[in-house]
């Protein structure tokens, strides 16, 4: 365990399903971001949260809908997705200042 | 702005010999320089970091890098491949002099296959 828990694992969704995706950390962090991961691509940053508040989203379609509540929880709430959102969710956590940024072991989603 | 680049999409090896994989990057200020390390359906696993001082820089797994500043260049080296080191490998970036938050920039990712 990293410090950084994301729950589901893996998630199977319909395209008219709402689900949505968690992360949380307990490590003191006060950034937090979500990356998609799809095969062999590189990684894309989805949206950073500082403090609780969004300072970058990267373009990301509205059908991807973040949520950061507090410091220690951040959501991706997801509706009508399409096949080719299917990815490695991952969420990361970092703290202003230091060096580098802990990752969760990520969520496998699969949109059928 | 900042960037990384690692050329090699793959790096095949034999288990025993050296293993190297690659990475070069561009900050507009001094860099803090980072590798991580992804085994499949996982999330990325810090092994090692420059931050300042000895150019060579040791890490988990007997890992190393070595940061050459003239170069920029920040390649990742074992000396005796093991099969478990199969992975997928990340370079990552962070410009010290203007980001204060941390945020870093990865490449693209390095696939290691070490054949027994």
């Known amino acids: 365990e990293t410090g950084v828990t994301q729950t589901p694992r893996h998630l199977v969704m319909g395209m008219t399903n709402k689900k949505s995706l968690k992360c949380e950390q307990h490590l003191g962090h006060n950034a937090m971001y979500w990356y998609k991961q799809s095969a062999k691509k590189p990684l894309e940053l989805m949206f950073v949260y500082n403090f609780k508040e969004q300072t970058e989203n990267n373009s990301v379609p509205s059908r991807f809908s973040p949520e950061c509540p507090n410091s220690s929880h951040l959501f991706l709430h997801l509706h009508t997705l399409q096949p080719e959102d299917s990815a490695l969710y991952l969420c990361a956590s970092s703290r202003q200042g230091s060096y580098g940024y802990t990752f969760g072991s990520g969520t496998r989603l699969t949109v059928v | 702005a900042q960037s990384v680049a690692q050329p090699e999409d793959q790096v095949n090896v034999a288990e025993g010999n050296p293993l190297t994989v690659k990475c070069t990057y561009s900050?507009?200020?001094?860099?803090?320089l980072f590798w991580y390390v992804q085994y499949p359906n996982r999330g990325l696993q810090f092994l090692l970091k420059?931050?300042?001082?000895?150019?060579l820089v040791k890490g988990s797994y007997g890992f190393e890098a070595e940061f050459n500043k003239s170069q920029t260049s920040f390649h990742l080296k074992k000396p005796s491949a093991l099969v478990s080191d199969s992975a997928l490998y990340f370079c990552?970036?962070?410009?010290?002099?203007?980001?204060?938050?941390?945020?870093?920039?990865f490449g693209a990712g390095t696939q290691v296959v070490v054949t027994p």
């Open positions: 420059y931050i300042t001082g000895d150019n």
């Open positions: 900050v507009s200020g001094n860099p803090y």
């Open positions: 990552a970036v962070r410009d010290r002099t203007t980001d204060s938050w941390g945020k870093l920039q």
